[in-house]
T-cell receptor, first 113, second 110 residues
Framework: GAGVSQSPSNKVTEKGKDVELRCDPI?????LYWYRQSLGQGLEFLIY????????KSGLPSDRFSAERTGGSVSTLTIQRTQQEDSAVYLC???????????FGNGTRLTVT | RKEVEQDPGPFNVPEGATVAFNCTYS??????FFWYRQDCRKEPKLLMSVYSSGNEDGRFTAQLNRASQYISLLIRDSKLSDSATYLCVVTPGGYNKLIFGAGTRLAVHP
């Protein structure tokens, strides 16, 4: 079946602009995660959605970052007033429950100039 | 202290060698453990889950040591195609989010 889909695959934006990144998880997966990965670095947890529960936002680096998950499916990560340090690959993953492994999308490579 | 720590490597080994990686975690109540593999500029993919009794999948063996709070991955008879970064993943106790280690890089040479 279809895997996790992310769009756009690449995004170049000017410093100070807002960006929206989209994630379409595997159908039926209740858990959805956002991570980011800077070049040569590990994955940094950003936010976690599980069903209808309140999301775990503990990894969001600043109030410029926010995320929504509408209808328990598609999620959007929004970065306002982008900064150069926001440049990274943003990875979305979903799983069927909290004990199950993650399935990752191909990521969105964000470059802030 | 980081929640999940790994030796970044790189581990440079010849084909056919046996290599082992350890990963330590800080939360003693952690419940779920995984090893993921990430190839250069690709997304991480699940290699194997780690069970309390230890588990094996072909050339790969995973162990969990709760007393010392570490998990290990053993790769036997290394292949060139095993070259990648191996990520240790832990679910901290009481929380559902999965925390990734920074990864251990393995390079297998002819």
């Amino acid at each position: 079946g279809a895997g996790v889909s992310q769009s756009p695959s690449n995004k170049v934006t000017e410093k100070g602009k807002d960006v929206e990144l989209r994630c379409d998880p595997i159908s039926g997966h209740t858990a959805l995660y956002w991570y980011r990965q800077s070049l040569g670095q590990g994955l940094e947890f950003l936010i976690y959605f599980q069903g209808n529960s309140a999301p775990d936002k503990s990894g969001l680096p600043s109030d410029r970052f926010s995320a929504e998950r509408t209808g328990g499916s598609v999620s959007t990560l929004t970065i306002q007033r982008t900064q150069q340090e926001d440049s990274a690959v943003y990875l979305c993953a979903s799983s069927s429950d909290r004990r199950s492994p993650l399935h990752f999308g191909n990521g969105t490579r964000l470059t802030v100039t | 202290r980081k929640e999940v720590e790994q030796d970044p490597g790189p581990f440079n080994v010849p084909e056919g060698a046996t290599v082992a990686f350890n990963c330590t975690y800080s939360n003693s109540a952690s419940q779920s453990f995984f090893w993921y593999r990430q190839d250069c500029r690709k997304e991480p993919k699940l290699l194997m889950s780690v069970y309390s009794s230890g588990n094996e999948d072909g050339r790969f063996t995973a162990q969990l040591n709760r007393a010392s709070q570490y998990i290990s991955l053993l790769i036997r008879d290394s292949k060139l195609s095993d070259s990648a970064t191996y990520l240790c993943v832990v679910t901290p106790g009481g929380y559902n989010k999965l925390i990734f280690g920074a990864g251990t890089r393995l390079a297998v040479h002819p």
